[in-house]
């Protein structure tokens, strides 16, 4: 709201035009997106156009200390500005909060809903809520954490539901649906232990499922492409990117062990029509690059779909 806000995206950057070429499933599937989490030595408008100049539909947008952080001066601004030059691109947005160092310059992640100080990861996901209504966005996502040697598991899981309760209440009344992750080494890890939170929760419409791609081959018992018609009606945002079993390392395409039409595929058939966002948060010094094959090998696999 500052009116001398540097921070605020400009309408036009001479020189630029946004890309036109479709980056989905043929025949009305998934939209291809990109995380900003990627883009992390860009500007976000920079990171934004570069996206939509390559052709991807969407964009996973991590809510960081360079992109658009809830808590510098003149965010209502900022977020107006960024709604706009989405618009303007023609992207479809989810709202990330995995951003690493944002709450915590010394802890990774934290404090999380496990820890003591969760009021601090409950503010910020109220903002992450209250952004993602302002831009439009399609869902906000969310995880765990790990669980502090400090806490007990029955303290842990307690903070959680509880924490989750308050964030899904608080995206209700902002119609905001809520996409939980499921991920390695956090205290809520695999499809199972989300259809156990959501239960815990009372299965509220709102709160659905981030399917990470990777993630399913990592740990998941079963084939990737089943993990996805599992949870088909609860699937509000997925991640995509290759990864070994047993290995929680996100690859670039063709460097892991997923076959991906047959998830693609799987993604189409279930009905799903929301983003799927490349999830490659180590590889911002080639962002551009790594963003432009992912599209490539993304738009091939897509084509063996219908093949």
């Known amino acids: 709201m500052s009116p001398g806000d540097t921070n605020a995206i400009p309408d036009v950057v001479p020189g630029v035009v946004p890309g036109v070429v479709p980056g989905g499933v043929p025949g009305g599937g998934p939209r291809f997106g990109y995380g900003t989490n990627g883009f992390a030595n860009h500007r976000l408008a920079d990171a934004l156009r570069v996206i939509a100049d390559l052709g991807y539909q969407g964009v996973a947008l991590t809510l960081d200390h360079d992109h658009l952080d809830p808590y510098e001066k003149g965010l209502a601004r900022r977020v107006a500005a960024t709604s706009g030059l989405l618009g303007d691109l023609g992207l479809g947005v989810v709202v990330e909060t995995g951003a690493r160092y944002l709450l915590d310059p010394w802890r990774k992640h934290a404090p999380t809903l496990l820890h003591d100080e969760r009021e601090a990861r409950l503010d910020f996901l109220g903002r992450a809520v209250d952004i993602g209504a302002d831009l439009g966005a ?55 232990d989300w259809r156990k939170l959501h239960a815990e929760l009372g299965e509220p419409a709102g709160f659905g499922i981030t399917l990470d791609i990777g993630h399913c081959r990592c740990l998941e018992p079963d084939p990737v492409p089943d993990c996805v018609r599992a949870v088909a009606a609860h699937l509000v945002n997925v991640q995509i990117d290759d990864m070994r079993r047993g290995v929680h390392e996100h690859l670039e395409f063709g460097e892991g062990e997923i076959d991906f039409p047959p998830v693609l595929r799987a993604l189409t058939e279930c009905g799903y029509r929301g983003l799927v966002a490349v999830e490659l948060p180590r590889h911002s010094h080639a962002a551009p690059q790594v963003a432009a094959r992912s599209l490539d090998f993304l738009r091939a696999a897509a084509e063996r779909t219908t093949s």
């Open 138 to 192: 399609e869902a906000v996502s969310f995880w765990a954490g790990v669980r502090p040697e400090t806490v007990g598991e029955a303290t842990a899981w307690a903070r959680l539901v509880d924490g989750c309760a308050r964030v899904t209440e608080r995206a209700a009344a902002a119609g905001v649906p809520l996409g939980f992750e499921p991920e390695p080494g956090m205290l809520v890890e695999t499809i199972a």
